[in-house]
């Protein structure tokens, strides 16, 4: 079922190409940017996890084109040594649109090639929407997914400083923001710790070829999560309060779900 699915994003666009070449205009392209909560995942048979970016094509219209660059892994700082972005911006023309949304490896104080302070954080995102700019892209900024850790009934705060950075980044650049850490802490407050685990990568011993014996990980999300999060994320896109104009034409809500396809960059 899942193959169904991106052999029909794939269809959808190829279409949207089409029409767009017809028109004598490109496509608009919407690259996102951003670590494993955001990543397409390969394994879609072996294994239930997904990207919220993956699936977020189940909130667009087949009229724009979808570059999934999420990686697993990857933070600001090693996003941009390892020429990711770099790429990113050679693909990029005008009109484009980028999302960028990292954090939670930014964090990882014990791996100096990723490790990025929050002030270095800030200025590396800084860094990628005045190049955005640059190329004539529209630009939009997240905070990231919460962790589904819980103490009690209470979610436990483990993001640090990050998603503030974001925050004073996009107001200091007047850059839209899409608060999924925000977003994301309502509803698994809402939903509790028991509830929230189906929507997580917590995976019962033979449920999946991947993890024969089974796994416990409440950092990255299976279809639903990804599915849900993609919901809150195109929600606030066409919301009154945080409409963001440049991709509020291309949300949806009457789709079934649908994939991203490789961008072609390992």
């Known amino acids: 079922m899942a193959r169904f699915y991106s052999i029909l994003a794939t269809a959808c666009i190829v279409m949207a190409s089409i029409v767009c070449i017809s028109a ?10 951003g670590d494993s909560t955001m990543a397409d995942k390969e394994e879609l048979d072996a294994s239930p996890e997904r990207g919220w970016g993956q699936l977020f094509p189940t909130y667009l219209t087949g009229n724009i084109v979808v570059q999934n660059h999420a990686r697993n892994g990857r933070s600001t700082k090693s996003f941009i040594d390892q020429g990711r972005w770099e790429e990113v911006m050679k693909r990029a023309k005008k009109g484009d649109i980028v999302i960028i ?20 954080y800030a200025q590396n995102l800084t860094n990628m929407v005045n190049e955005a700019r640059a190329k004539k892209m529209h630009v939009v900024l997240c905070t990231s997914v919460n962790r589904r850790e819980f103490a009690g009934d209470t979610l436990k705060q483990t993001l640090g400083d990050y998603p503030d950075k974001a925050r004073l980044v996009a107001e200091e650049l007047g850059v839209p923001l899409l608060d999924l850490e925000s977003t994301s802490r309502q509803w698994l407050e809402h939903l509790g710790d028991e509830a929230s685990k189906a929507y997580f990568m917590n995976v019962a011993p033979g449920e999946c070829t991947k993890y024969p014996e089974g796994k416990i990980d409440n950092t990255h999300l299976r279809e639903a999560g990804a599915l849900e999060i993609g919901r809150q994320a195109a929600e606030m896109i066409v919301s009154e309060e945080d409409y963001v104009e440049c991709l509020a034409p ?9 994939y991203t396809t490789p961008c072609g960059v390992k």
């Open 24 to 33: 004598g205009r490109k496509p608009v392209t919407l690259f996102m940017v």
């Open 250 to 258: 291309y949300i949806t809500f009457t789709q079934g779900v649908r």
């Open 101 to 120: 949304q990292f954090g939670h490896n930014d964090a990882k104080k014990e791996d100096p090639a990723r490790y990025s302070t929050p002030e270095a």
